[in-house]
């Protein structure tokens, strides 16, 4: 009798066992799967925030951010560096990247047409160009901005330059012509006369054989009119001469230093027949080195300062390596497409 009793209790009570076992499991997964869920939900509220707060702090970077830097916030710590800003208009912040590491020579890509006379354009292309995006917006309004701060109390006739920390020292400033050369230096010089009016500019008075440095130096590169700007009483464009041809006693006198150009530039292809570092792992060879050596001594022989462009990009070993070589041959300006890494060299 006891067990027919036993057997059937047992069953029911394995069965409460089981839906109590399946029961407590079914919550943990409940449990585990809110959890989850919740988590989720706080990590996709997280991320929008922290997109938002970027966007935010992009478009205030962008347009307004920019415009409240001034000499004091911009270049307050900055030790000045002989670094030269290729294609600076790609920068996020073209002329302020620069400027906030120390380099005080920018290039700026310029295009000219005679149907928008007001506008020199500013872009790598044509395809890319923007009105907007032009010499005075990204380039002269903010240098005449700086330089009128920086003088604000200065009555001496030796204008301050932009540099807190080095205010003698000028800020270089290449315009590379893309068009004809002639109509876009008149549009540029009638933007220039708010400069020149305020001592502002690096001039040569050809009557009176007088140079006179100030804290903004214009330098022409590309599609330069040679015979445009020679013919000028009173020049404040200068020519970047060509580097290469400055052996050639001849050429060198149509440059004269201080009067007709200061810097003098050439491809590293142009000096050495090739743009690569020939020197598998040494950088460049000593074929390469010893015709640039020739050519900055040229150069410094007839008072001209030099800069070396179109240097290995790949790989940044052999990149950083050809730099330290070209500064130690003697030139005067490090071109950079990379500025952070141009400033650690």
């Not at 205010?167 to 020149?196: C, H, M, S, V």
Request: aromatic share 12%.
């Amino acid at each position: 009798m006891w067990n027919l009793w036993k057997e059937p209790y047992q069953d029911l009570e394995a069965q409460g066992m089981y839906k109590l076992r399946q029961s407590q499991y079914m919550s943990r997964v409940r449990t585990h799967i809110f959890s989850l869920l919740l988590a989720l939900s706080m990590s996709v509220v997280a991320i929008h925030f922290y997109i938002k707060a970027a966007r935010l702090s992009q478009e205030f970077e962008d347009q307004i951010g920019s415009r409240l830097l001034n000499i004091d916030t911009l270049t307050h710590d900055v030790i000045v560096k002989p670094i030269h800003s290729h294609n600076d208009e790609w920068r996020r912040h073209p002329l302020v990247d620069a400027l906030k590491v120390g380099a005080n020579s920018v290039e700026a890509d310029c295009f000219y047409f005679p149907n928008d006379p007001d506008t020199i354009y500013v872009g790598h292309n044509t395809a890319f160009l923007k009105k907007e995006q032009n010499v005075d917006s990204l380039y002269l309004d903010h240098l005449y901005d700086m330089l009128e701060k920086a003088n604000v109390k200065n009555d001496t006739s030796r204008k301050n330059g932009i540099f807190y920390t080095s205010p003698e020292t000028t800020t270089y400033f290449y315009i590379d012509i893309k068009t004809k050369g002639e109509e876009l230096l008149e549009a540029l010089n009638k933007k220039l006369e708010r400069f020149l009016a305020k001592g502002y500019l690096t001039t040569y008075d050809s009557e009176k054989d007088e140079f006179r440095e100030g804290p903004l130096t214009i330098i022409i590169t590309g599609n330069y009119p040679y015979n445009y700007i020679s013919s000028q009483k009173l020049r404040y464009t200068f020519i970047d001469a060509p580097l290469k041809d400055l052996v050639d006693p001849e050429k060198a006198r149509l440059y004269p230093a201080g009067k007709i150009s200061i810097f003098s530039s050439a491809s590293l292809s142009e000096l050495t027949g090739s743009h690569k570092a020939l020197s598998l792992f040494n950088g460049l060879s000593t074929h390469q080195l010893a015709d640039i050596e020739k050519y900055i001594s040229a150069a410094h022989k007839v008072g001209l300062k030099t800069r070396v462009w179109d240097t290995p990009k790949f790989t940044k070993s052999i990149k950083h390596t050809v730099w330290k070589q070209i500064i130690a041959l003697g030139s005067d300006y490090l071109n950079a497409d990379e500025l952070k890494e141009a400033v650690s060299i």
